[in-house]
């Protein structure tokens, strides 16, 4: 099946730095998706990005597919940022196409 | 709107008992279901997925098993708890290539 590779594993930052989180798999991709999990384990929809560029806020995100990466932006970090960050594809056919986490990126925001 | 419980959310089990997780969708047919789990400190691991009622794929050898006897109900089963059981599981559900949504999760927690 398709992997998905996310790094780095960890990040600790101080409140109001930036953060580049990247995400980089191994075939093609329908859907890729940036999600925040949040202390209490519920996973929080952030981008839908198969492609291209999209911003929310604080956060943005990028995906050039013919590279097969993807990277999440975080600007001005708060604490509440904090959590871990995963990214997921769906791959085009065959035993890619089941929604494949990576491992996440575990974010701590410091005051 | 679409929307999936999961029950219930935290349970504590001995070592050889059995188990029983249940995940129901409201407001959409015929989704694709999926049972994550996600160890402590680790990323999520699919477990299962179905495409249509009693249609299970397994994606790990484990002591773990799924059931669908209903479009919109899956059922995550173990006739004997390890200690290795323990984790997060999440049950999610997408239509077909779509953009999944998830449950918020049950940490089980084997003793």
């Known amino acids: 099946g398709i992997q998905v590779e996310q790094s780095p594993p960890d990040l600790i930052l101080q409140e109001g730095a930036n953060s580049t989180l990247r995400c980089n798999f191994s075939d093609s991709v329908n859907n890729l998706q940036w999600f925040h999990q949040n202390p209490w384990g519920q996973l929080i929809n952030l981008f839908y990005?198969?492609?291209g560029t999209k911003q929310n806020g604080r956060l943005s995100a990028t995906t050039v597919a013919t590279e097969r990466y993807s990277l999440l932006y975080i600007s001005s970090s708060q604490t509440t940022d904090s959590g871990v960050y995963f990214c997921?594809?769906?791959?085009?056919?065959?035993?890619?196409?089941?929604?494949?986490f990576g491992k996440g990126i575990t974010l701590s925001v410091r005051p | 709107s679409q929307t999936i419980h999961q029950w219930p959310a935290t349970l504590v089990q001995p070592v050889g008992s059995p188990l029983s997780l249940e995940c129901t969708v409201e407001?959409?047919?015929?989704?694709?279901l999926y049972w994550y789990r996600q160890a402590a400190g680790r990323g999520l691991q699919l477990l299962f997925y179905?495409?249509?009622?009693?249609?299970i794929s397994s994606e790990v050898p484990q002591n773990l098993s799924a059931s669908r006897p209903q479009d919109r109900q899956f059922i995550l089963s173990s006739k004997k708890l390890l200690l290795s059981d323990s984790g997060f599981y999440l049950c999610?559900?997408?239509?077909?290539?779509?953009?999944?949504?998830f449950g918020s999760g049950t940490r089980l927690t084997v003793v």
């Open positions: 179905s495409v249509g009622i009693g249609q």
């Open positions: 999610a559900w997408s239509l077909i290539q779509g953009l999944p949504s």
């Open positions: 997921a594809v769906v791959g085009l056919t065959g035993a890619n196409s089941k929604l494949t």
């Open positions: 407001g959409t047919s015929n989704p694709n």
């Open positions: 990005i198969p492609s």
